[in-house]
């Protein structure tokens, strides 16, 4: 069952079209990895889903909800993460949280949880703004873990971490499915990552969804195209290479 | 639950000991016009409540509409500063009840500034004027009048300040609208309708005109209108980002 699917979608601004037609297919409980160039059109793409940004045309539905007409039932459902750490830098961490939590109705013990997940704990008192970049990172992270939501929207959720913290992060996000039954969808330039963490994938290039489907199927379909096999970020330079020379734009 | 919030999210903002300053500052024109040039005012025929209006509240109103503007500044720039506006984009609330709460937390600020400035007022009438009496229905209804022709200005600012997301900007149009404003004449009824300049009128000056009726309506009708502007501001802000 497809959690979140989308129909043509498509956003353009101006005369720059940052997603163009794609029809995505995430399913349930599912960590799909979402890969593709800077300007590729990911972050447009969640930030779509979120209701950010109004689509240009074509339509996504979330866990069979339609926006803009159930927009709040969608977000109720979602924790994310996008682009860089929103918080209030004039509260605590742990007051940053609460404010999420009341808005979300969830017990008190939510934002000791999340804070404890992320490793924020002994720095909830400390004022968001001199929070490190791991820890903004950290929090956000928090953030969009408070309450377990069913949708997970994180968008390259390990910039800024030590390894040990991309490790962490990496192992909790690889987690979620079995243990919270979430679905999970994430971007990141790091492609080894992605191969680590991601069930499924999507690569986009100019905002065109390339391929979709499971790390075999890409596999398959870069031999069947005669694109190096080896690793993932080998066939993913190929692939966006082709494309571009299709397209005519070599880098 | 959004109001409380909406205060929360206030702290070690000084946005509170920004009202505070301003009420002070404001409540000081009087005090500080009586204590230098008493023997001016009492000598003058009429109310000692209007002769003091008359006297100070064009320089308190001043006051006023500049800790309006410090404040939306404030308020707003502790929603972009570290990005706390989009984390609350993508939660299951509505975009137009946290401008709800943002009014209401400067509505009730103002509310007490102006309270704190009209019992100054009345402190100063009561020590000067021998023969005065405090009267308590008067006392509300200057306070009622002068808080309903504030509402306009608030919500414009409010809604300025949410538009721009560089506080500089927000607090550079205020301030020119503020001197703008200044320079328009106090008796023309249509120009003492427009925000920020229809708080420097006072109950007994429209009373005198007859005009309390309509300059109360029109000024509630310019802010359920505002309302609406920050309201249609929301969807067009989603369409084009």
């Not at chain 1, 065109?208 to 075999?216: A, N, S, Y």
């Not at chain 2, 070690?12 to 300053?21: C, D, N, Q, S, V």
């Not at chain 2, 503007?69 to 308020?75: Q, R, S």
């Not at chain 2, 709460?101 to 007490?112: D, E, H, N, P, R």
């Amino acid at each position: 069952m497809n959690m979140i699917e989308t129909n043509n979608l498509t956003k353009i601004y101006g005369n720059f079209t940052a997603v163009n037609g794609i029809n995505l297919h995430i399913q349930k409980n599912r960590i799909y990895g979402f890969l593709g160039p800077n300007g590729a059109g990911k972050s447009t793409t969640m930030k779509l889903f979120l209701g950010l940004t109004q689509p240009t045309s074509g339509n996504f539905t979330i866990d069979n909800k339609t926006y803009p007409k159930e927009r709040i039932q969608i977000l109720k459902m979602i924790g994310c993460f996008i682009e860089t750490p929103a918080f209030y830098g004039n509260l605590s961490g742990e007051e940053n949280l609460e404010i999420i939590q009341k808005i979300l109705g969830l017990p008190k013990q939510s934002v000791t949880d999340a804070l404890e997940l992320v490793g924020l704990t002994q720095f909830k008192k400390r004022l968001a703004k001199k929070y490190s970049l791991g820890m903004k990172q950290r929090l956000g992270l928090a953030g969009a873990l408070l309450g377990h939501p069913p949708i997970l929207i994180l968008d390259e959720p390990t910039n800024g971490l030590d390894p040990v913290g991309i490790h962490e992060i990496r192992s909790l996000i690889r987690s979620l499915p079995k243990q919270f039954n979430c679905t999970v969808l994430v971007s990141s330039h790091l492609l080894s990552e992605v191969e680590l963490m991601a069930d499924d994938i999507g690569i986009l290039n100019h905002g065109r969804l390339l391929f979709e489907g499971t790390m075999e199927q890409l596999k398959e379909n870069a031999k069947a195209n005669g694109l190096p096999t080896d690793n993932l970020e080998d066939t993913f330079l190929a692939m966006i290479d082709a494309d571009n020379r299709k397209r005519g734009q070599v880098r | 639950m959004i109001f409380s919030l909406e205060l929360k999210k206030l702290k070690r903002t000084g946005y509170m000991p920004a009202f505070l300053g301003g009420a002070v500052l404001a409540a000081a024109v009087p005090l500080l016009h009586m204590l230098v040039r008493s023997e001016t005012f009492i000598v003058l025929p009429g109310e000692p409540l209007n002769i003091l209006y008359d006297a100070n509240w064009q320089m308190m109103t001043m006051l006023n509409i500049l800790t309006i503007i410090l404040c939306a500044c404030i308020i707003y720039h502790t929603e972009y500063s570290d990005n706390g506006a989009q984390k609350m984009a993508v939660l299951p609330v509505c975009d137009n009840h946290i401008f709800g709460g943002k009014f209401m937390i400067t509505v009730l600020a103002l509310s007490g500034m102006l309270l704190f400035e009209i019992i100054i007022l009345e402190l100063c009438a009561l020590h000067w004027f021998s023969d005065y009496q405090v009267q308590l229905t008067d006392l509300t209804k200057n306070f009622c009048f002068s808080l309903i022709a504030s509402l306009p200005t608030i919500i414009l600012m409010l809604l300025i300040a949410s538009a721009c997301q560089n506080m500089w900007v927000s607090l550079g149009i205020g301030v020119i609208l503020v001197f703008t404003v200044s320079v328009f004449p106090k008796e023309n009824l249509f120009l003492s309708l427009c925000p920020f300049n229809s708080p420097y009128q006072t109950l007994a000056l429209v009373t005198e005109k007859g005009k309390e009726y309509i300059f109360l309506v029109t000024c509630i009708a310019e802010t359920i209108l505002l309302g609406i502007a920050a309201h249609k501001l929301e969807h067009v802000r989603r369409y084009f980002s």
